[in-house]
């Protein structure tokens, strides 16, 4: 079974554009959540969906957004990127929206964001 | 904001010997789950132990719980150099909504 897949690994924007991220979770996996990771830091919480209604948002201000498809893969945009916004986008995904079931989340490889 | 916080902030042995990391918290938790990142890759789940868990097992894994003092530790035993990564502590702030907090990270690297 494939993994976690996010699309594209790497990827080079100018200030002031605005990118694309994506994500296909597992198959059967119903929940997916994003989290943004700065260089020497640990993974922080932007977005969480499941079932294609968002289930909770990190500290991020408007200009980050997502959502999610039928199938369950989505979608995390970024507007109006700022320099700061270079990171490693992560998305991972679970059974469920909680895990409580004892199983951890499967991250996937993520994207490497540089803003120039 | 970041939730634990794990020590020693970055960890150095040979191969063969123990490396064991630790990770404080500050708030209750239901879960508490280890991580590990080979080189700003993605990460991949190594043990979650519940609250009511003081110790888990998992091939030369072990995490150890205690919430009397908020603190985790993971111990890898006889370490090899592909253990050399990267390890995160998270939690979930006592929220079941799948939400995780985590740390800063402990870098190991095992020498050959």
């Known amino acids: 079974d494939a993994g976690v897949t996010q699309s594209p690994t790497h990827l080079i924007k100018t200030r002031g554009q605005q990118v694309t991220l994506r994500c296909s979770p597992i198959?059967?996996?119903?929940?997916v959540s994003w989290y943004q990771q700065v260089l020497g830091q640990g993974p922080q919480f932007i977005f969480q969906y499941y079932e294609k209604e968002e289930r909770g948002r990190g500290n991020f201000p408007d200009r980050f957004s997502a959502r999610q498809f039928p199938n369950y893969s989505s979608e995390l945009n970024v507007n109006a990127l700022l320099l700061g916004d270079s990171a490693l986008y992560l998305c991972?995904?679970?059974?469920?929206?909680?895990?409580?079931?004892?199983?951890?989340?499967?991250f996937g490889s993520g994207t490497r964001l540089t803003v120039v | 904001s970041q939730q634990g916080e794990e020590d020693p902030q970055a960890l150095s042995i040979q191969e063969g010997e123990n490396a064991t990391m630790n990770c404080s918290y500050k708030t209750s938790i239901n879960n508490l789950q280890w991580y590990r990142q080979n080189s700003g890759r993605g990460l991949v789940h190594l043990i979650l132990i519940r609250s009511n868990e003081r110790e888990k097992h998992s091939g030369r894994l072990r995490v150890t719980l205690d919430t009397s003092k908020k603190s985790s530790s993971l111990l890898i035993t006889a370490s090899r150099a592909a253990d050399t990564a990267s390890y995160f502590c998270a939690t979930d702030r006592g929220s079941t909504l799948g939400r995780l907090y985590f740390g800063r990270g402990t870098q190991l690297t095992v020498w050959p």
């Open positions: 991972a995904s679970s059974l469920t929206v909680s895990y409580l079931s004892g199983y951890g989340y499967t």
């Open positions: 198959s059967g996996h119903k929940s």
